[in-house]
């Protein structure tokens, strides 16, 4: 399965408006089904963007291992939506609530229980963010309930 960027990080930025607009800066469509990794991108033309997405293009298949969803925030839009007086609204309270830099492109990881876990510039170390997450009590419980399964699953 090839990561597209624009398939599911669009549905799930639906979500996020939906999120936002209702219960005012909170994550909790997301909240304990999915981590989520926000790109906020300073300028639509930076090419640093396009690098990070296609780094994690890369390693799709660790993303989705470890339920992080990828929402990738621009000043007044959100990935694939096109700029309008709502989006504006709904991303600049994205801006406030996480304070990226004004200046270059950052990531911001957000927890299953909704809180900040992690924010860095941009990275080229994927297995950094993994590590981050699989020492999480709820990833390695994750961990522990895959690996029970799959000896279940081979005695049979």
């Known amino acids: 399965m090839i990561f597209k960027p624009s398939t599911y990080i669009l549905i799930f930025s639906f979500f996020l408006i939906t999120i936002f607009m209702s219960e005012g800066q909170t994550f909790s469509a997301f909240k304990w089904e999915n981590r989520v990794l926000l790109v ?7 090419t640093s963007y396009s690098k990070q997405i296609a780094y994690l293009q890369k390693h799709e ?12 925030v621009f000043r007044d ?5 096109q ?8 991303c600049t309270k994205i801006w406030e609530r996480f304070m990226p ?3 270059q ?10 809180s900040e876990k992690w924010r860095t510039y941009f ?14 009590p709820m990833r390695r419980s994750e961990i522990r309930r895959s ?8 005695k049979t």
């Not at 298949?61 to 990738?72: F, H, Y």
């Not at 492109?105 to 909704?114: A, F, N, S, W, Y």
């Not at 690996?147 to 081979?154: A, D, E, F, P, T």
């Open 40 to 46: 906020f991108v300073p300028e639509v033309d930076d």
């Open 61 to 72: 298949i660790g993303l989705q291992e470890r339920k992080i969803k990828v929402i990738t």
């Open 77 to 81: 839009s959100l990935l694939g939506y």
């Open 83 to 90: 700029p309008s007086d709502q989006m504006q609204v709904v």
């Open 101 to 103: 830099s004004q200046a």
């Open 105 to 114: 492109l950052q990531t911001v990881l957000i927890g299953l229980d909704g």
């Open 123 to 136: 990275f080229n170390d994927i297995e950094l963010l993994f590590d981050r997450i699989d020492a999480m």
């Open 147 to 154: 690996r029970s399964g799959s000896k279940v699953n081979n």
